[in-house]
């Protein structure tokens, strides 16, 4: 028969009228004749009589075509709340097109008008079904394969083939779900072409067999009637409810209680039994079931949809997203974009819950209905309030409305981030803008300036709410509180009312904003072990040993409640699954068990799974989990984990198996008889590895953690290798230490091998720095420059002349990593240091490089590196990363924004400034103050130009952090009881220093000279760094200074492998070991003093196997000798002393003096003599000449 196209989706899904004679051929006199005594009825109709009580997603009705000016036969589609009447989208079926009505324009369908078939007939190719490109990047092969959906390609090329014909004819086939399936033949260019064997020909389709159910047309022949699209019988209800959204007549089903579960659509059912093929005797076999499918857990029915073109979306939307090579709603969006369309309070729970596009595309479809604000009150404010968590991710939604928002009517979004300054809240001009992106801290702020923010707002929107409610719970109630006082006016009554909430897990705060907040939401979850949280499921761990698993398991099954009667026990293989089975066997216990390598009696589980039992009685099954997906169990009522499961995917999907019996209180807190569903999870030894995971998850399910197991979400070893993590250097504080990656206490081992070997960073006192590369607002990498004669100034000079002349700019040869090399950014040369390499091997390859003086870091090209010659590389890299104390981003934010960022960042580059270091670890350095210094040169003084901290919290966008400098100083004090724990296998034992093990021991002083060993504090604008306060250059001349050092006492000994040398150190508060093959130099502070040792060794160790270890009152040194055998003497060369005041303990001596001036002055006076005389060298030994000054003193008194 020869057909009309009359619109086109896809290969698959096309409608068509039909010319001719026929069985399913209408005449088109007959459909004029139709239209004719249509629209003459129901013009003349009474409204009251002919208007619809109840409307419903696919009833038939009649309604008015505004672009065809007449009445038509349609099927409901949708339905969207609007300001003063309902929103219909119905499907024409005589015409094949989609059109929206109000309301006031739809009628019933008179059955008069009913006998008649469609005219529009829904077509598809017959056998014919879409392929696409499937790529394996592990295999890297790339085939033809089975697809779902039609390419983009194949849809546009079968367009092209209808457009450029000049005749088409179709074959009727069969008819499947008042689908017509045909072959179409098509002429062009007086050529003969059959459209199904085309696509396969050229690759965008390939056939499949007919289904033996499907019926064929001359079945068909005597069923006219069936052709039309069925009418569900009106349901006559309240009035006042005729218009309401679907959701709202919907009921959910009794024995869900609170909860409908689903597993998908139909069809997707379907696709999941295809999975399971039947033996002669319906037992299944297993094929391909550890494929993962999707689940979802929804409060009300909704009908998912899962492509683009038939997403709530309007085209424009629609053809910007296909540009985009967006390939359609994932699993989340196909079930809450319908219901946020629809102008639904909407909550969503899923791994992709951070996602915007989970609602900014239904949002801005809903907002190109115009007439569903008309009601509004004329006053400024936005339509929509976007809450996000922080400003980088309001950033991005802005940016995605920003994109977006363009292919619709003009919608201007906002982005809108504020800090404490009082001006910037009221500068802001929110007039004619429809959607506000905005933090609750900022809109808060926003709010005091602007109080009529709520007084248009229709939509609030809560992204990643579990972030929003654990870091600013309290403010996002007051928003909510704003948002609800509102809606108590008669204006709103016509008007929407929505709020979305998305998220990636359940939040206990959700349960009050659905309660208090949402009026009847759409709850729509996917990560199944957050609906396990909602269904208020009962989280139970056990703990035991892997070989005592089976013991422990009848303990529990013999405990198990008696209303719990239907109990999955979940396995990881096919063993476990026999042992079990045969163990509750034993016990008496009805057991069944499947596995893929039995057949399973189907109908005999079924029969004892499904029949009421008496109280106290159960049946037990024990599976796999690749058993799950084709039992599709949801009404188990307990669950127990006899292996672990493998993935959170696989812990939700067997929590799913008991979604029936999902009962949250928030709708309905009177039924307290409700069967509580009940998970027992076994934690033995080899799950130790998923504690933690499954403890954060019991910490929100708020369920009891077994005692034992409360202090794992602390533990910290397992992080020992980790780098120290960024908030707790920046803030002091970590807001999430268990979820964070990162360490949190300080790993000796890792953070001081950060610090060149030949390299001092000054670790007190006043330095000068130079901030080259800026991080942030308070963290930047540069150089300590040091102002009598800064080595890296010189050596500068000397690689840039030396790479002046062309000869000396040679081509590195070989690229290896962490090598230093030369390189030039404009007309300065660089000395860097390859970071990573291209696993390419091509001759120019991209690889990643450090500037060593500098900190920062770029990408370049291999060919651009220049060699460097050996002398320019003995200076250590000059790079040094500071962190700026007592400030933070207002907030609780962990990131700076970046406005302060930007600011800090032009005021500080390159720009010397005066700084106080309050704590050095490894390559970073701690800052407090830090301050521009500007000399004035005719009045010959300094002044403080400013603070950098000051200047942050200048912006409104930094607050006071005054726990920083204490959290670390809380750090370090665990410093010397983790470092000796981790450095276990290089501890010194007890028994080592027993006298078989040791053949020398020896009291031993060294020779220290301060002026060279000990680090110098040099203050350049006196002893303090405030604003406002003037040092003269005289004041800075006269400050330097030396720290004093003091000696520490030393005891050695030795086998045959190892030195081991103890420095009697009391309550070391830090400290530093530098390893050389012939040389030991360590330092250490203690109660306010320096100790410094530097001992040049009698042979050479092995530098990379020694280690230094502190105890409670010293330090031990291990050095591994470089070859086997004893050593007569610990130095090289002969011990000199030289006695100062300070060695001998003097002030200490003096305090026993009495309180006479004279008599402290005389002895004052004998002491110098003493040493003076070098009187010392006369009694040999210190501590002769400490015995005779002691007697004196003691003749004084």
Known sequence: MEVFVLRIEDPGCFWVTMK???????????????????????????????????????????????????????VVKSIMYCADHYQIECFLVDYAKYAFVKSKDVRVAVEGFMQIPFRAKKCGLYCTKPVTLHVNLCEDTAKIVPAKRWDNAATRYFQRLLEATTQIKA???????????????????????????????????HFEEAKENIQSPTKEQDNQTSLNVDSPPVEIVNPALAFRPVRL?????????????????????????????????????????????????????????????????????????????FLGPDFTESYSWPAIARGCDVVAISYQGNDPFLYIPPVLAFLQVESCYKALPKRNGPLVLILCPGWRKAQLVFELLKKYSRCSRLIRPTLIILGKKKEEAETVKIQGCEIIVTTPYSLLRLYEHHLFLFSGLCHLILDEIEVLFSEAAEQ??????????NLVNEEWKYSPHQIIAVGTQWNKHIGRLIKEFMNDPYIVITALEEASIYGNVQQVVQRCVSSERTAVLLKIMDFTPNNLQKVLVFTNSVDE??????????????????????????????????KSFSSGSRVVLVLTDDCMQFLEITDASCVIHFSFPSSPTIFGQRLYSMSDNFHNTIKDSSDQDHQQARSVIMLTENSECHTVGILRYLERAEADIPPGLSGVLEAEEKKFARPLCTCLKMFGTCKNRTACPDRHEINLQIDMLQNMASKTIQTSGYVTVLPLHIVNATNYFGRIVDKEKDQYTVLAEEINEYFKETSNRVAAQKVEKLALYGFCEETVFHRVQVVETSSKEEENFNIKIKYVDEGRTSQVQSSQLLHLPARFQHLPPQAVEFVVCRVKPIDNDTEWNPRVTRYIHQKIERKPHEAKVIFTLGNTVWIDPMVRVTRLSDLKMYVNEYSVRSEILSTGLGTDNPEHILQLQKLCEHVKLSHTKNLEPLSIKEDAASPENVSELQDVSLKENPSENCNSSRVTMGNHLHDGVVQTK?????????????????????????????????????????FSKEKVIFSACSEGKLYSADMELYQCILTEKSACVIKDKEAIIVLRKEKKGAWCKLLKNKVKWKLTLESLNVPNILSVLSSDISDCFFVNRILMCLLTLNTWKIMKTKALFQLVLKSCIALLQ
């Open 20 to 74: 001719g004679c026929g069985p399913h051929v209408v005449d088109e006199i007959e459909y004029k004749k139709l239209n004719a005594e249509m629209n003459e009825f129901y013009d003349k109709a009474c409204e009251d009589e002919v208007k619809p009580i109840t409307l419903e997603k696919d009833q038939l009705c009649v309604v008015f075509s505004e672009e065809l000016k007449c009445w038509c036969r349609a």
């Open 171 to 205: 074959k009727l086939c069969s008819v499947e779900d008042n689908t017509f399936h045909v072959i179409l033949y098509v002429t062009i260019e007086d050529e003969k072409v059959c459209i199904n064997d085309d696509l396969v020909l050229k690759k965008f389709a």
């Open 249 to 325: 007549q919907e009921k959910v089903p009794m024995n869900l209680e609170a909860g409908y579960s689903v597993s998908g659509s139909s069809l997707e059912k379907t696709y999941r039994r295809s999975n399971m093929h039947l033996n002669e005797n319906n037992e299944p076999k297993f094929q391909n079931l550890r494929e993962e499918q999707s689940f979802v857990f929804l409060s009300n029915k909704i009908e998912p949809t899962s492509i683009l073109e038939k997403a709530p979306l309007h085209d424009n939307l629609k053809k910007e997203l296909a540009q985009d090579k």
């Open 476 to 485: 996002v109630f007051v928003i909510l509180g704003y948002y609800k006082k």
């Open 577 to 610: 699954v026999e042992i079990v089975h045969k163990a509750l066997k034993s016990n008496s216990i009805l057991a069944f068990k499947i596995h893929k390598e039995i057949e399973f009696n189907f109908k005999d589980f079924l029969e004892h799974w499904t």
């Open 1034 to 1074: 005289e004041a800075e001349d006269s400050s330097l200074h030396q720290q004093k050092c003091f000696y520490p006492k030393i005891k050695w000994f030795e086998n045959e492998e190892t030195v081991t040398v103890k420095v009697q150190i009391v309550r070391i508060d830090d400290y530093k070991c530098e």
